[in-house]
């Protein structure tokens, strides 16, 4: 018999897999930015149809390949900040993504945790996505009640270059 307690945690821990993990692949694809390993290297290619992010600078030029020694076709990537990772094996290769606008964007976690302020009493809810820009939005408490309202959403300057779409 499934009970309450046993479906609950394992829609919390398909929440956690979904969306706390990453992933690692020979293969992978940011936005419209291709990496991908092959004996030797990490590669860098736009992915059909793509366009360099804007945020790049003047000159920047793709596909392009980085020396990591220890890597196959068959090698992990995870890209994170401005790194990629490529694991052979039992080895990992930390290797700087340049130009960093080629590289995750992604906020932090710290960077992203609502929080209440203990003067005011609202509520901040960072890092929320409307029509490709990040927000910081402002609620505020309806009375004694717990229902909030929005007081404000201001665009996020610190993720101001942030690439929307599929992530």
Request: charged share 10%.
């Amino acid at each position: 018999m499934i009970t309450k307690a046993k479906c609950i945690c394992a829609l919390a821990a398909s929440g956690l897999l979904g969306a706390g993990f990453v992933m690692a692949d020979s293969v992978v694809v940011h936005g419209a930015i291709v990496y991908y390993s092959s004996p030797g290297l990490l590669n860098i290619s736009l992915a059909p149809g793509g366009s360099l992010p804007s945020s790049c600078p003047v000159g920047t030029t793709l596909p392009t390949s980085i020396n990591v020694p220890n890597a196959t076709a068959d090698s992990d990537v995870v890209i994170s900040g401005t790194n990629a990772f490529v694991k052979t094996g039992n080895t990992v290769t930390t290797v700087t993504i340049t130009p960093t606008c080629l590289a995750d964007t992604s906020p932090s976690v710290s960077e992203c945790i609502a929080s209440i302020d203990s003067v005011t009493g609202d509520m901040i809810v960072p890092c929320i996505e409307y029509q490709g820009t990040i927000y910081n939005a402002v609620f505020q408490q309806r009375g004694n009640s717990s229902n909030w309202e929005l007081n404000s959403a201001l665009p996020n300057v610190r993720l101001r270059n942030y690439p929307s779409g599929n992530r």
